[in-house]
Structures are given as structure tokens and as C-alpha cells.
């Protein structure tokens, strides 16, 4: 296998060239562990069972009939098709995970149990692998076999009862933000296991055990102390901080009708929103006055907000040194000449489509850069170089597992 290569000839970069990771992982969480580190040049094989493939290929928006999310979230990954409810299906499983460096696995504990694709059955077979094992509840926990989707770990975490207002619903994101903070932090694990691996010549595999709502749960950093401490479960605040309220942060709209958000974190800089709206400036000196007078600024920013256009409000807080910005959609971040002074949109070529735009690889390293070579693949578009080249599945056994639907 050449690790610098794909078989179009373009260069293969990033900071984890040569890395090895096998997916039996569908729709958000795990494939996006896995799309961090293919986007750093690692060799990511996606599962998927032959014929229907990952349930994602057939979400969200399409263009003339071809779904457009699965050209992102399985961009720069092989896809091999494997049916794994067969025993010669797990056999080839059981030589991905020998061949592999990095598993990530999202299936319930029970089936990976019958599967051979848990801990044991994995460090038996690959002594030096990692395990990401992402589930609902943890592997660990009485409900270890129960299902789970992102929106229940956000739920679980704490999360949705500090979003939205105290007059209304606790609100969800509008976008998979459970599953996608687990998969960055399934990422972040599996870098540090092998950052051992390379470092402790008594490395013994690791086994990553991850339930969808912790992420989010270990990032509200203050929620389990201010509760043990104070008894306190604070309530959901709009746009302000449950925990922690600023004299200044809220959004607002303009006579354009777009809404803008405005936020002042220090002494200085609520100052500066004081003196814009012509109040005085040493009413507003301390953090007690400050916090005193939110709704006095609340309600001025709204009043003078909604006199003005957007690109003048804009402009008056750019003079002013106060912090705010439109309130981006898909389109504004089109066109903003930040996004493109950062290329942070990229085209890629796709055999469907043609040019699409999508999001570059973040974040930026300067010195190996990550790329994206490819869009998310056909449904097995990878079975010949994957089972033949890389694992060395021979001619005849390939045919075989063809002819009798396991590939």
C-alpha cells in the first residue's frame, strides 16, 4: 500500500499520513471521528452493508436526486461494502481490525459481542489497536445495550434545559450537535492513545469507551459544581449565559431586517457600547453598575439597532470597538471575504455533481496540511483495493464473498 498515493495519483498529505482506521460506524459520530482523521491523510475504510449502505447517504438535501450530505461527511474515505451479519462477512471484519491501527465501532454492546468486534475480540486479534467504541449509554453502564441517538445525548447532557428562553421550550440545535461533539472528541481520544502507543514501548492497545451525551456534558464545565456547591440548577437565559450573565449580549434587528448579535465581555468594551448609545460612560464604570444597567443597554442597543441599517450598525461598532456581527446563513458565509481569505470553502471535483463547494480542512497546519482528494465514494466503490490490494483477499475468495452477496 502506497501510503502517499490514491489511485487517481494525487498526493496524499496531512499530519497522519500512513494511518490505518477501519469504520463500522454509520450516520454522524463515529464517521466523524473518522472524518478528522481522514482529512489528515490517514486511511479511513468506511463499512457499509451491500446494496442499502450507510443510512446517511440518503439524508438531508439533494440536487436532481443525489444526496448531497454524504459528498462531505464520507469525503476522503474508501468504502467498502461488508454484510456482517454473516459469518463470512465477520471474517473479513476480523481482517480490517488485524489490518488496522485505529477501529471505531458504533454498534450496541451486545452486537459487537456476537459480532467479535468488541474489546476483546479486537485486542486479541490486534494487540496494538485502538478501540473508539461509541454508544448511547457507555459500555460500562446498565443501559449498555440500549439505543441512542445525538439529540438523547444532548438531552442527557444538560445542554437543551440552558437553550431557548425561560418562557419557552428547551431548544435542540438545528443540526447533529450531539453526535458531531462526540466525534471530535472520539478524535481527540484516539490521538491521545496513539500518541502513547508511539511513546510507551508497553502499549497494549486502548479501548476508548464513549457515550453520546459526555462530550457535551464535560463542556458545560460549571454545571455538577454549581449544583454541588449551591444546590443550583440554573435555567436556560436566551442568548445570555445561564451561569455567568454579560451587561451586553443579545441579538438584535436591524431596519434591514437582519439580525445582529452585540456582545461586550469586559469593563472597557461596555463602556464603548455606553458611550455609542450616548449614555454616560461612568454610569457604566464597574461590574456591579454594568450588570445594574443590562436592561437600560438591552433596550437601547434594540431602539438603536432597529433605526439603522446593517451596514451602518456594523460600521458604528467598528469605530466604536464594540464587538458584533450579522447573523450568518449557508449564504452570507458564501460570500464573506473572511471564509475566503481563510479558504475555508474549497471545489472539489465530484463524478455526480461536478464542482461542489465545501468546507476545507480544519483546522489549518501550515507546515502538512490536510486535503480533501475526494468526495464521499460510491457505495463499494473501494472493495477491489481495499479487499485485494490492502488485504490481500485473493481473486478467488474475492469472488466468492461477491458472488454470495457478503461484498
Given at each position: 500500500?502506497?501510503?502517499?498515493?490514491?489511485?487517481?495519483?494525487?498526493?496524499?498529505?496531512?499530519?497522519?499520513?500512513?494511518?490505518?482506521?477501519?469504520?463500522?460506524?454509520?450516520?454522524?459520530?463515529?464517521?466523524?471521528?473518522?472524518?478528522?482523521?481522514?482529512?489528515?491523510?490517514?486511511?479511513?475504510?468506511?463499512?457499509?452493508?451491500?446494496?442499502?449502505?450507510?443510512?446517511?447517504?440518503?439524508?438531508?438535501?439533494?440536487?436532481?436526486?443525489?444526496?448531497?450530505?454524504?459528498?462531505?461527511?464520507?469525503?476522503?474515505?474508501?468504502?467498502?461494502?461488508?454484510?456482517?451479519?454473516?459469518?463470512?462477512?465477520?471474517?473479513?471484519?476480523?481482517?480490517?481490525?488485524?489490518?488496522?491501527?485505529?477501529?471505531?465501532?458504533?454498534?450496541?454492546?451486545?452486537?459487537?459481542?456476537?459480532?467479535?468486534?468488541?474489546?476483546?475480540?479486537?485486542?486479541?486479534?490486534?494487540?496494538?489497536?485502538?478501540?473508539?467504541?461509541?454508544?448511547?449509554?457507555?459500555?460500562?453502564?446498565?443501559?449498555?445495550?440500549?439505543?441512542?441517538?445525538?439529540?438523547?445525548?444532548?438531552?442527557?447532557?444538560?445542554?437543551?434545559?440552558?437553550?431557548?428562553?425561560?418562557?419557552?421550550?428547551?431548544?435542540?440545535?438545528?443540526?447533529?450537535?450531539?453526535?458531531?461533539?462526540?466525534?471530535?472528541?472520539?478524535?481527540?481520544?484516539?490521538?491521545?492513545?496513539?500518541?502513547?502507543?508511539?511513546?510507551?514501548?508497553?502499549?497494549?492497545?486502548?479501548?476508548?469507551?464513549?457515550?453520546?451525551?459526555?462530550?457535551?456534558?464535560?463542556?458545560?464545565?460549571?454545571?455538577?459544581?454549581?449544583?454541588?456547591?449551591?444546590?443550583?440548577?440554573?435555567?436556560?437565559?436566551?442568548?445570555?449565559?445561564?451561569?455567568?450573565?454579560?451587561?451586553?449580549?443579545?441579538?438584535?434587528?436591524?431596519?434591514?431586517?437582519?439580525?445582529?448579535?452585540?456582545?461586550?465581555?469586559?469593563?472597557?468594551?461596555?463602556?464603548?457600547?455606553?458611550?455609542?448609545?450616548?449614555?454616560?460612560?461612568?454610569?457604566?464604570?464597574?461590574?456591579?453598575?454594568?450588570?445594574?444597567?443590562?436592561?437600560?443597554?438591552?433596550?437601547?442597543?434594540?431602539?438603536?439597532?432597529?433605526?439603522?441599517?446593517?451596514?451602518?450598525?456594523?460600521?458604528?461598532?467598528?469605530?466604536?470597538?464594540?464587538?458584533?456581527?450579522?447573523?450568518?446563513?449557508?449564504?452570507?458565509?458564501?460570500?464573506?471575504?473572511?471564509?475566503?481569505?481563510?479558504?475555508?470553502?474549497?471545489?472539489?471535483?465530484?463524478?455526480?455533481?461536478?464542482?461542489?463547494?465545501?468546507?476545507?480542512?480544519?483546522?489549518?497546519?501550515r507546515q502538512a496540511p490536510g486535503a480533501v482528494w475526494r468526495t464521499g465514494p460510491a457505495l463499494g466503490a473501494d472493495n477491489d483495493l481495499v479487499y485485494g490490494e490492502w488485504l490481500g483477499i485473493d481473486d478467488k475468495r474475492r469472488a466468492k464473498l461477491e458472488e454470495s452477496g457478503v461484498i
Amino acid at each position: 500500500m502506497d501510503d502517499r498515493n490514491d489511485e487517481r495519483g494525487s498526493a496524499r498529505q496531512g499530519q497522519l499520513t500512513g494511518l490505518k482506521v477501519v469504520e463500522f460506524a454509520h450516520v454522524v459520530a463515529g464517521p466523524l471521528a473518522g472524518a478528522m482523521l481522514a482529512d489528515q491523510g490517514a486511511h479511513v475504510v468506511h463499512v457499509e452493508p451491500p446494496g442499502a449502505g450507510d443510512a446517511a447517504r440518503a439524508m438531508g438535501p439533494k440536487r436532481d436526486g443525489v444526496p448531497l450530505w454524504f459528498k462531505v461527511a464520507g469525503r476522503n474515505k474508501r468504502s467498502v461494502t461488508l454484510d456482517l451479519h454473516r459469518e463470512e462477512g465477520r471474517e473479513v471484519a476480523r481482517d480490517l481490525v488485524a489490518w488496522a491501527d485505529v477501529v471505531i465501532v458504533t454498534l450496541r454492546a451486545g452486537r459487537l459481542r456476537s459480532w467479535g468486534l468488541d474489546w476483546e475480540a479486537v485486542h486479541a486479534l490486534n494487540p496494538k489497536a485502538v478501540l473508539l467504541q461509541i454508544s448511547g449509554f457507555g459500555a460500562t453502564s446498565s443501559r449498555a445495550d440500549a439505543p441512542g441517538f445525538g439529540k438523547m445525548g444532548e438531552a442527557r447532557s444538560g445542554v437543551v434545559h440552558l437553550t431557548g428562553f425561560p418562557d419557552g421550550p428547551p431548544v435542540h440545535t438545528g443540526f447533529s450537535h450531539g453526535d458531531a461533539v462526540t466525534g471530535l472528541m472520539g478524535a481527540y481520544a484516539i490521538l491521545a492513545a496513539l500518541h502513547r502507543r508511539a511513546t510507551d514501548p508497553e502499549f497494549d492497545g486502548e479501548w476508548i469507551d464513549l457515550a453520546l451525551f459526555e462530550p457535551l456534558f464535560r463542556l458545560v464545565e460549571w454545571q455538577v459544581i454549581a449544583h454541588d456547591q449551591l444546590g443550583d440548577a440554573p435555567m436556560r437565559a436566551g442568548n445570555q449565559l445561564a451561569v455567568a450573565p454579560a451587561a451586553v449580549i443579545n441579538t438584535y434587528r436591524s431596519r434591514d431586517g437582519d439580525w445582529l448579535t452585540v456582545t461586550s465581555a469586559t469593563l472597557r468594551s461596555v463602556r464603548n457600547v455606553a458611550r455609542l448609545l450616548g449614555l454616560p460612560d461612568e454610569e457604566f464604570a464597574t461590574t456591579e453598575q454594568q450588570h445594574a444597567g443590562r436592561e437600560r443597554l438591552d433596550e437601547g442597543l434594540r431602539a438603536w439597532i432597529a433605526e439603522r441599517p446593517t451596514a451602518e450598525c456594523l460600521a458604528e461598532f467598528e469605530r466604536a470597538e464594540v464587538v458584533a456581527s450579522r447573523v450568518f446563513d449557508a449564504a452570507d458565509i458564501a460570500a464573506d471575504p473572511v471564509y475566503a481569505e481563510r479558504e475555508d470553502i474549497i471545489t472539489v471535483d465530484d463524478p455526480d455533481l461536478g464542482p461542489v463547494r465545501m468546507q476545507a480542512v480544519i483546522p489549518h497546519f501550515r507546515q502538512a496540511p490536510g486535503a480533501v482528494w475526494r468526495t464521499g465514494p460510491a457505495l463499494g466503490a473501494d472493495n477491489d483495493l481495499v479487499y485485494g490490494e490492502w488485504l490481500g483477499i485473493d481473486d478467488k475468495r474475492r469472488a466468492k464473498l461477491e458472488e454470495s452477496g457478503v461484498i
